[in-house]
């Protein structure tokens, strides 16, 4: 790819520059990938937040390596790799109770070791395919070159289907996260509802991590959910923001990476991560101003009282 | 055998051998301490900082050591408060692998005399292309690690297991806990150049969590943590000579990984202690 042929450069026009970058079939292709696992990614990961399994999908995101990395050995689709091993781990973290969560001393030595034999596993399959070791880099930090119009289909029948699947059990899911105990009482099914969550997060890792990458995948997956959920209480709003904030990481870091040589893993990223803190910060002096004012009215009526 | 007229083979085994030992003695501590997640975030921090310093020009080794012993000082001076947070924390960690690929991008397109295996080396570790001086200095360094983890064991024993009764007995228990985390810190980065930043918290948890599960007295759990790792190496290396397709580093990782979980279905532990089932 020759980059001084493929951009005039950066004009401050968002409608010439878009046109431009369109001009591309590679980049049409980028952007209508990148906005469906940025919709996907956000919803399934404002769930994840919700209900604390970051920490699973962490271990999913492991898992998609030696998958994708399996499957290119066999000659089949990395596609096809990501999302067999993804949904597959899901079921297995489904399987044992209490796995896929943080736990102490010897349950992370576990985790630890499963994680790292995985990462092991997707190496030794990347060494037995020669010639592949370029592409490590960009199954762990992802890359939007080189996706063809079928890819874009399979993601977005896959990714309508999971969020169909998740407006049916939408409400009791976020019943279940919010209060389980409660939940179990009036007869929701939590355990089941458990089991279809993790199975639809394995199948939103695997499409972002076609995107950002198995190491990144947390750019996509948790940190738009983070800063929307920091920003609002109501969980409609924060689930809308969290889409929003998604969607615009992904667009930026496409932009971003269309103009500079420098990969999409870094950008997305880079993006989420400074909107995440901005989010903290403006809760942070929320309630720093909140306090300030309370502290004032307090000590006003004190005065008062006083006088 | 043959194996040891090679030079690179008898390299990886000096610096192999002596990373194992004091990847061994750490990671126990490590399970011990429940602080397993600190090596899943020094193997971030290892990465970027490794590729830092080849993007900037310098030795790879000069990066993993500053930024690994630096983020552990900083993790020993924040406490273990922000431990509960993990979405924090996972964010944190996803952004500096985002900055490592780009000063993975940086060294690869701007040094031309920059490799493009440079990442997957970093991340997976090329412990057969060490040369005799790295060899010998990443050994001198894990010596000293070792020496220091077992100068401090007794009273790091007394404060991993109980922190309050060990302060209140006088233990340094802050200045400890910090000194430990430095340990940890350049013993990732010694780790990092045997099997890679993605895989060193397999070499530190995998031998110590065996360990801890085949025995409960601890001098002899850190005996045995250090020994798995050095023969888990060892064979590691052995299987990756006799089968070249297996990169050294799966083929550790293997081996422990098997010893581990022999440990964890092969041996029964009496864990139904009644009244302490609950607990």
Redesign the interface.
């Known amino acids: 790819m020759n980059w001084a042929d493929a951009s005039a450069g950066w004009s401050w026009n968002p409608v010439t520059d878009l046109q431009q970058i369109w001009a591309f079939p590679f980049m049409v292709n980028a952007f209508r990938a990148g906005t469906v696992v940025a919709v996907l990614a956000a919803v399934m990961g404002w769930f994840m937040?919700l209900r604390?399994q970051?920490?699973a999908g962490?271990t999913l995101a492991v898992v998609s390596f030696p998958g994708a990395a399996f499957a290119t050995l066999l000659g089949i689709g990395a596609g096809f790799g990501y999302f067999a091993f993804c949904v597959g781990g899901a079921l297995v973290i489904a399987a044992i109770p209490r796995a896929g969560q943080?736990g102490?001393?010897?349950e992370?030595?576990?985790?630890?070791?499963?994680?790292?034999?995985l990462?092991?596993?997707g190496?030794?399959f990347v060494?037995?395919y020669k010639g592949f070791?370029?592409g490590?880099?960009s199954l762990?930090?992802g890359s939007f070159l080189g996706i063809t119009t079928l890819q874009v289909a399979v993601l977005t029948i896959v990714a309508a289907a999971a969020l169909g699947a998740l407006t049916v059990i939408g409400r009791p899911l976020l019943f279940a996260s919010v209060d389980e105990n409660v939940a179990t009482g009036r007869g929701v099914p939590v355990r089941a509802l458990s089991v279809v969550f993790l199975v639809l997060l394995g199948t939103a890792t695997a499409e972002a991590s076609q995107i950002t990458g198995t190491?990144?995948?947390?750019?996509l997956l948790?940190?738009p959910a983070?800063a929307a959920q920091q920003l609002t209480a109501r969980p409609a709003l924060s689930l809308a923001l969290s889409v929003l904030i998604a969607l615009a990481v992904t667009w930026t870091g496409l932009i971003a990476a269309y103009y500079s040589?420098?990969?999409i893993?870094?950008?997305?990223?880079?993006f989420?991560?400074s909107v995440?803190v901005l989010a903290?910060a403006t809760r942070a002096l929320n309630t720093a101003v909140g306090r300030h004012r309370f502290a004032g009215a307090g000590a006003g009526a004190g005065a008062g009282a006083v006088a | 055998m043959s194996a040891f007229t090679h030079p690179y083979f008898v390299h990886a085994l000096l610096a192999g051998t002596a990373i194992a030992l004091a990847a061994g003695l750490v990671g126990y501590f490590l399970?011990?301490r429940?602080q397993?997640?600190t090596?899943?975030a020094l193997s971030h921090v290892a990465f970027t900082g490794a590729l830092a310093a080849l993007a900037l020009g310098y030795d790879l080794r000069l990066g993993l050591f500053a930024a690994t012993v630096l983020f552990a000082v900083l993790l020993g001076a924040l406490g273990r408060r922000s431990r509960t947070d993990?979405?924090?924390i996972?964010?944190?960690?996803?952004?500096i692998?985002?900055?490592g690929?780009?000063f993975?991008?940086?060294y690869t397109?701007s040094r031309n005399t920059g490799n493009?295996?440079a990442?997957?080396n970093v991340?997976?570790g090329s412990i057969f292309g060490l040369s005799s001086s790295q060899a010998e200095l990443a050994a001198v360094v894990a010596g000293f690690i070792c020496l220091a983890v077992l100068a401090i064991a007794r009273p790091l024993l007394f404060a991993s297991v109980d922190e309050a009764v060990a302060a209140a007995r006088r233990v340094p228990v802050r200045l400890l806990g910090i000194a430990f985390l430095i340990l940890v810190g350049a013993c990732a980065a010694e780790a990092a150049q045997a099997v890679g930043s993605?895989?060193?918290?397999?070499?530190?948890?995998?031998p110590?969590?065996a360990a801890?599960?085949l025995t409960d007295r601890p001098y002899h759990a850190l005996a045995l943590s250090a020994g798995l790792a050095v023969a888990e190496m060892w064979a590691g290396l052995a299987l990756s000579y006799y089968v070249p397709?297996?990169?050294p580093?799966?083929a550790i990782?293997?081996v422990?990984?098997a010893v581990?979980a022999v440990a964890?279905i092969g041996v029964r532990r009496p864990r139904a202690r009644p009244g302490l089932a609950e607990a």
Do not use: E, K
């Not at chain 1, 190491?215 to 750019?219: D, G, H, K, R, T």
């Not at chain 2, 996972?90 to 952004?95: A, D, E, I, N, P």
């Open positions: 937040v604390r970051s920490f962490h943080g102490s001393g010897q992370s030595a576990l985790t630890g070791t499963v994680q790292a034999f990462l092991a596993c190496f030794l060494a037995l070791l370029g490590v880099n762990l930090f190491l990144l995948v947390f750019a948790v940190m983070a040589p420098y990969p893993g870094f950008y997305v990223t880079t989420a991560f995440y903290r | 399970v011990l429940a397993v997640f090596g899943d993990d979405v924090a996972g964010s944190v960690f996803s952004w692998l985002g900055l690929v780009f993975l991008t940086l397109t493009g295996t990442g997957v991340l997976f993605l895989l060193l918290l397999g070499l530190l948890a995998a110590a969590g801890a599960r397709q297996l990169p580093s799966f990782m293997a422990a990984t581990y964890l």
